[in-house]
């Protein structure tokens, strides 16, 4: 202000008497860290500051912008000030002081990305009047539930990328409103060694395809800005859930398998057993005309259902897409990135590292304990043998009911890769699975269901090593045990 004043003064003292005299213009740089009025009054003379950035932002700390100082006999010019309206006039003159004004502009609505914050806080998901994104497209298609209209239930189960809720649609209809009962899954945005994102655009562009394929869950499609993942409500038992909740001297999960699929009450293991396998091969086939290769084939990925429950197929429909393999866009087939869980995926997608010397968690169930493994990724390419081999061991499982309890089929697949080494060294020409079951110890299993339903060949046929003499689905389902 003191520089501001000298000038002034100077410019006065330069001026002929009697001539008007001009009010002198000074332009200054500034470092500010806010936007901010002020008035300066010297006895000599008044000036106004005034700063209007662009947008009402703060300025980052060392930011340069341009100041431009009016002197008092320039102050007619600009009555009032531009940021906060205050008349120049109600200013005091009488002594120098510095007044600091919060600006105030027209209010305005906030950009996208701060409405888009507000209610992710809100509702913990994406704004609901966005729709689902869309790579391809770069931008938003519309949603095609409004998370007005849902109502989420209780939680169905857990998995390693996502939470699985019950949750009803209620929509308004004349004379009321109506509700449908659904099941969605939301995914977990802490997943690591991949964004969950990319997993959660993968299984969404997957389920988008299969709509109307009898091998898997009805889909409905996105709940809000990619909130939730919907489908039909069909079911909630797995066939993992009813194996391991009995023991191993239990035959309950056949039983439990035949009520979830809407069965006869006097249904018999046999018959359960037979249904279940064909309409397990039936709906792995299915994705298979569609050019999809599941890659996942386990007992928790197996929904047991109905047509009376709505189910588009049979008594089976897979779910859990995620790391599917489709060959018709080419997503998830290079073989860059194996999923498969090593219990029941197919040998040729990974190899089995063992410490020698340390008794592992394998050890039992026709297994010598060589020790715990270390699994190695060869990087295959998903073939349909990915999924024969999976729905021979699942069934395998199923028809043993020593194999029911958790972590049992974790050691009997431990017992059946040494199997096949001794099959390898031996050059033995038998199966992996005749090797596995002649070892000693295999009086703890029952066979009967499998020799009496005379599906033992079908289960060692789909189990083959070797993928190129392993059996087809298609084959499968013309087996005499699957009958026609």
Request: proline share 6%; glycine share 10%; charged share 25%.
């Amino acid at each position: 202000a003191k520089q501001l004043s000298l000038a002034a003064q100077r410019q006065r003292r330069q001026s002929p008497s009697g001539t008007t005299r001009t009010a002198p213009t000074v332009l200054c740089r500034c470092s500010v860290r806010m936007t901010v009025m002020f008035a300066v009054t010297t006895p000599s003379c008044r000036f106004v500051a005034s700063f209007r950035p662009a947008a009402t932002v703060t300025a980052p700390r060392g930011a340069s912008h341009t100041w431009r100082v009016r002197s008092r006999s320039a102050s007619a010019a600009m009555p009032t000030s531009p940021c906060s309206k205050v008349p120049l006039s109600s200013l005091r003159q009488r002594r120098p002081r510095l007044r600091l004004t919060q600006p105030t502009f027209p209010a305005s609505p906030p950009p996208p990305l701060m409405v888009h914050r507000a209610l992710e806080k809100k509702d913990t998901s994406y704004q609901v009047g966005f729709g689902s994104y869309d790579a391809e497209m770069d931008g938003y298609v519309p949603a095609d539930v409004s998370l007005a209209t849902l109502k989420k239930g209780d939680k169905v189960g857990e998995g390693s990328f996502g939470t699985v809720f019950r949750a009803s649609i209620v929509e308004d209809v004349e004379g009321g409103e109506q509700s449908r009962e659904v099941i969605i899954k939301e995914y977990k945005k802490n997943v690591r060694g991949r964004d969950w994102f990319s997993f959660y655009s993968d299984e969404r562009a997957i389920c988008r395809r299969l709509v109307g394929c009898t091998g898997v869950a009805p889909f409905i499609g996105v709940a809000g800005s990619d909130a939730y993942l919907v489908w039909e409500n069909i079911g909630e038992t797995t066939l993992g859930a009813v194996m391991e909740t009995g023991d191993a001297a239990s035959e309950a999960a056949l039983k439990a398998a035949a009520a979830a699929m809407c069965m006869e009450s006097d249904t018999t293991d046999a018959a359960a057993f037979v249904s279940v396998a064909r309409a397990l091969c039936q709906a792995t086939r299915a994705m298979h005309i569609e050019g999809v290769v599941h890659r996942d084939i386990k007992p928790d990925n197996v929904l047991l259902t109905s047509t009376k429950a709505g189910s588009p197929g049979g008594g089976v429909v897979l779910i859990d897409l995620g790391g599917a393999a489709d060959f018709d866009t080419g997503q998830g087939c290079s073989g860059d990135e194996a999923i498969f869980d090593p219990v029941y995926g197919a040998p040729e997608q990974f190899t089995r590292t063992r410490k020698s010397g340390i008794a592992g968690g394998f050890a039992g169930l026709f297994g010598g304990g060589k020790g715990d493994a270390g699994l190695t990724a060869t990087g295959a390419v998903p073939t349909e043998a990915f999924d024969a081999f999976g729905v021979g061991l699942l069934l395998l499982r199923l028809a043993v009911p020593a194999l029911h309890p958790p972590g049992a089929m974790d050691r009997a697949r431990a017992a059946l890769d040494d199997a096949a080494e001794r099959v390898e060294e031996e050059a033995a020409g038998r199966s992996v699975l005749q090797e596995w079951r002649a070892a000693p110890g295999s009086e703890s299993c029952d066979f009967a269901l499998l020799d009496k339903v005379g599906a033992w060949s079908l289960v060692e046929g789909l189990t083959q090593w070797d993928p190129e003499q392993r059996m087809t689905l298609s084959e499968a389902l013309e087996h005499p045990a699957l009958g026609k």
